[in-house]
């Protein structure tokens, strides 16, 4: 997703924007595989060596508290990705609230807000791996009310933000097919009119990488909702059900549906945008090249946008 945000050069037909945000998605995803890294390793090394017994010991429940961090930065980004949309398709006279300073503001607060909670969290929770069922243990029943406290806010937040973003994105989609069927009834008795502001412009028009990118947030909110359902009922509700053998494979799940979050996004995108995946193939075609040596690009070799967008590599005779 980085390759096709940025390198598409004057054909880039996202914002600024809007790049900048799903910067920081990506960013939020890549930090979700640290604890996969240093934590789950390392507990493997120390079963069979635990001499690393008390070195690991913090590393595992400093690192097993950024998923907090992570999962926290990757849901909140989305809600910013989601606002933004909102904004741009459906309020675009406060667009405005996106543009310059303003934005890196937005972003600068949004790490701040995800910095607090984990720090709330390292606080209030004991969080570490358990090598032995390959699980995420989270103890915050400590004699402090405030933990228990502090629990049922998490896990209602961490369901919230997803619900708002699926109200909000039927709320873009039905203002969607609100305008097209305004603009093809409009278009049965005169011709549209060229309006000289830019947003209501934006506004109108909805191209069809708008609808790919609709289309890939509300998947991804949806992977959101139910991981957390599946990360806090799955594994206790088929070991109630199927018994004491269906632990270990319900932790394997889990562990396997994280990665599967953070792969998500970038899955529905390619799926949903050909013009995406040809850009990953041209860039992907000369790394291919220069590995095996051919580090001279053909001059008479250009690349052709058609009207479509799709890249062709033509040979001028």
């Known amino acids: 997703m980085a390759t096709v945000l940025f390198c598409k050069d004057r054909n880039n037909h996202y914002s600024r924007e809007f790049t900048l945000i799903v910067l920081q998605v ?10 996969q890294i240093l934590v789950v390793l390392p507990e493997i090394f120390k079963t ?9 010991t913090w590393i595992n429940r400093a690192f097993s508290t950024l998923n907090t961090f992570s999962f926290f930065s990757i849901l909140h980004f989305s809600l910013l990705l989601t606002l933004n949309r909102f904004v741009a398709l459906i309020l675009p006279k406060y667009y405005s609230l996106f543009e310059s300073a303003k934005l890196y503001f937005l972003i600068a607060v949004v790490w701040l807000s995800v910095l607090v909670i984990t720090s709330a ?7 570490r791996f358990l090598v032995w069922n390959l699980s995420w243990e989270a103890n915050c029943a400590k ?24 109200v909000m994105y039927i709320a873009i989609f039905y203002n969607i097919r609100r305008k097209r069927h305004f603009t093809i009834n409009n278009n049965g008795k005169q011709h549209i009119m060229n309006t000289g502001a830019r947003h209501r412009s934006n506004a109108m028009k909805i191209p069809h990488y708008e609808w790919s990118m609709l289309i890939q947030a509300s998947w991804n909110c949806g992977v959101l909702e139910i991981g957390v359902f599946i990360y806090n009922f799955v594994s206790p509700l088929l070991t109630k059900i199927f018994g004491k053998e269906a632990d270990l494979p ?7 549906y ?3 979050i953070c792969s998500v996004l970038p899955t529905v995108h390619f799926t949903y945008s050909k013009q995406s995946r040809t850009i990953v193939k041209y860039h992907l075609y000369h790394w291919l090249q220069l590995k095996m ?3 001279e690009i053909n001059p008479s070799s250009k690349v052709c946008w058609n009207a479509r967008n799709n890249v062709n590599v ?3 005779a």
């Open 143 to 166: 004699s402090s009310g405030m933990s228990k406290t502090w629990w049922r806010i998490y896990y209602r937040y961490a369901l919230l933000i997803p619900s708002v973003m699926f």
């Open 250 to 256: 319900s932790r394997i799940f889990i562990n396997c």
């Open 314 to 316: 033509a040979t001028v």
């Open 26 to 35: 990506i960013i939020s995803n890549f930090t979700a595989f640290l604890p």
């Open 48 to 56: 069979k060596n635990n001499s690393y017994s008390s070195e690991t």
């Open 121 to 127: 969290d390292f606080y209030y929770c004991t969080r």
């Open 258 to 260: 994280i990665i599967f």
């Open 293 to 295: 040596g051919h580090l």
